[in-house]
């Protein structure tokens, strides 16, 4: 075999489009390969995210959905932009009372640290501390419910599980929320930057609990 051939069969064996060269395992994401397309297919989620999620309260909706879709491109699964769809149809009604609630409740702590700085309230400093950990926690319960929803356990069954995962994974936890920061402190400098923050948002809550059975 050629030196060439030999680098072709090499990429074909980590990619997962060709067979494995000896003894060496199948790649568990075959789809993260290829680094570019996983750029590009991580970009063109948090568009899909945005697009459904552009009502706001449909957000959770359309990262349950992308979230998924990032799990079978990664996996070189089905892809196709049809299941991506499909899972938005089948998340977006139940997940509607999830959105007003995350969006009520993040106005109200917003507003509570808007009223905490302006010193009318005693004791603000601390409210504006509660506001913050409130947003964060919010945040959290919602990438963390988006990465485990499933249409068979539902959003009940997600924000059940949320619980037990954040107690399994305190550090996974913790990369969720930098995550969550990361996504705000990038809308936050320009707005248009929220597309390729969800996106590697969808991305990241996959590989956060993979690092722990790569090790």
Not at 59 to 76: C, D, T, Y
Not at 97 to 103: H, I, K, P, T
Not at 128 to 138: P, Q, Y
């Amino acid at each position: 075999m050629s030196r060439r051939e030999e680098r072709a069969a090499r990429r074909a064996a980590l990619s997962g489009s060709g067979p494995t060269r000896g003894e060496t395992p199948p790649a568990r994401f075959p789809g993260a390969g290829a680094k570019f397309a996983l750029f590009g297919e991580a970009m063109l989620t948090g568009l899909l995210i945005t697009l459904v999620g552009v009502l706001v309260v449909t957000l959770p909706a359309g990262l349950a959905a992308g979230v998924r879709h990032m799990r079978r491109f990664i996996a070189a699964e089905d892809s196709r932009l049809e299941l991506f769809w499909a899972d938005v149809k089948r998340a977006i009604l139940p997940g509607l009372s999830l959105g007003f609630g995350a969006l009520v409740l993040a106005l109200i702590l917003v507003l509570d640290i808007d009223l905490a700085r302006s010193g009318f309230l005693p004791g603000g400093s601390l409210i504006e501390v509660v506001g913050w950990v409130g947003l964060v926690a919010l945040a959290l319960a919602l990438l963390a419910s988006a990465s485990t929803w499933t249409p068979e356990i539902g959003w009940r069954g997600a924000l059940r599980a949320v619980p037990g995962l954040v107690r399994a994974d305190i550090a996974g936890a913790a990369y969720l929320v930098v995550t969550a920061v990361f996504v705000g402190v990038a809308t936050w400098a320009l707005v248009p930057l929220f597309i390729p923050a969800i996106g590697c948002a969808a991305l990241a809550v996959i590989a956060i609990p993979e690092r722990r059975r790569g090790r």
